[in-house]
């Protein structure tokens, strides 16, 4: 039965038409992401924690607290006005502080609290991505990379021809 159910959501690209193969991949890809995602979740979710959050953990503790909401925002491809409500909502949670910056008065730091510091290293497991991604070789890995980073990097140009998000502002 599972196995009947699992061939039928793979589906996808065979039943559109070869015509329109662009968002056959387009959609593939978009799959592939939600169901990725699903399983983060899962996993995040025994650590009371979102997948956006186990993200803004992550960045926080790499760049050592030093980010500011719009630095966060810039580096998840997010709205400064979602982020702002995460941020609101982990430091609720006791994950994370804001914190004025010493040099730049006007400036506030997301800092990663003691609570926030152990349930990143409670969540680093993250088994299901693991899991996800065992299945690629090590040259699998290197390509999709190559091929995910140019898709991003003209995706990122033809936005930019539409407008410029905010987190794609550059500060002055």
Known sequence: ?????????????????????????WLVLIEATRYIFK???????QYGITPEQGEV?????????????????????????SVGGLVNRMAEKGLVRR??????????????????????ENSKERQSIHSIMSILSEGDRQQLISC???????????VLRHYRPPFLRQLP
Do not use: W
């Not at 039965?1 to 991949?25: H, I």
């Open 1 to 25: 039965m599972v196995r009947k159910k699992k061939a039928g959501l793979n589906r996808t690209m065979e039943s559109l038409s070869p015509d329109d193969q662009d968002y056959a991949l």
């Open 39 to 45: 399983a983060i979740e899962l996993d995040m979710n």
């Open 57 to 81: 953990l992550l960045i926080t503790k790499a760049f050592n607290s030093q980010l500011t909401p719009t630095g966060i925002s810039r580096l998840t491809c997010r709205e400064i006005h």
């Open 99 to 120: 914190a004025k910056d010493l040099e730049k008065k006007n400036l506030v730091r997301v800092v990663l609290t003691n609570k926030g510091r152990q349930v990143y």
């Open 148 to 158: 995910m980073s140019r898709l991003k990097g003209t995706a990122i140009d033809e």
